[in-house]
């Protein structure tokens, strides 16, 4: 995004205020996914018994 719109003068069709808002918007909503999905995670929160435990 810097690269782009430090260099703007060559891509003058380009509208600096909206790729901002573009990618702002697309980093905000992958991130909001990403929370989302994380939340729904089965993660185990104990440790499988060991062989050991289970023989005796």
Same mark, same amino acid.
């Given at each position: 995004?810097? #690269? $782009?719109? #430090?260099?703007?003068? =060559? &891509?003058?069709? !380009?509208?600096?205020? #909206? !790729?901002?808002? @573009?990618?702002? #918007?697309? $980093?905000?909503? &992958?991130?909001?996914? *990403?929370?989302?999905?994380?939340? =729904?995670? =089965?993660? !185990? $929160?104990?440790? *499988?018994?060991?062989?050991? @435990? =289970?023989?005796?």
């Amino acid at each position: 995004l810097a #690269a $782009v719109l #430090a260099n703007a003068e =060559r &891509w003058a069709w !380009l509208d600096p205020v #909206a !790729l901002f808002v @573009s990618t702002i #918007a697309t $980093v905000m909503g &992958w991130l909001a996914l *990403e929370l989302w999905r994380f939340s =729904r995670m =089965r993660v !185990l $929160v104990y440790d *499988e018994p060991s062989e050991i @435990s =289970r023989r005796s």
